[in-house]
């Protein structure tokens, strides 16, 4: 039996597992809130108080009211980018509060 067979049986496993105990939500917003902290940057997440991920939906609540603002003008690029990010399309929408 070679390395590959066992790691590719190991994944498949453990996405069942996620998958049975509902727990993929819980590893995207993970996955999403590291992806926004290394796409926006220092300076973006440090005025970032948290991170919700619903259906696809990405709500991330920030401490300045300015840096909402000049985010909401890009908000479709912040998608892209943060799919880009995580090779495969899971953020669907942003909202900023």
Same mark, same amino acid.
């Given at each position: ?13 453990m996405?069942d ?5 509902k ?7 993970l996955?999403?809130?590291?992806a ?6 220092k ?10 991920l619903n ?6 609540y920030l401490?300045?009211?300015?840096l909402?603002e000049?985010?909401? $003008?890009? %908000?479709? /690029? #912040? @998608?892209t980018?943060?799919?880009? $990010?995580? %090779?495969? /399309? #899971? @953020?669907?929408?942003?909202r900023?509060?």
């Amino acid at each position: 039996m070679s390395n590959d067979y066992n790691l590719q049986s190991i994944k498949d496993i453990m996405q069942d597992v996620l998958r049975k105990n509902k727990l993929e939500n819980g590893m995207q917003e993970l996955d999403v809130t590291n992806a926004w902290k290394q796409v926006m940057g220092k300076g973006v997440w440090t005025y970032t108080l948290s991170i919700k991920l619903n259906k696809g939906n990405l709500t991330v609540y920030l401490k300045s009211s300015a840096l909402r603002e000049e985010l909401n $003008y890009g %908000k479709e /690029k #912040i @998608v892209t980018m943060l799919n880009q $990010y995580l %090779k495969q /399309k #899971i @953020v669907k929408k942003i909202r900023l509060i």
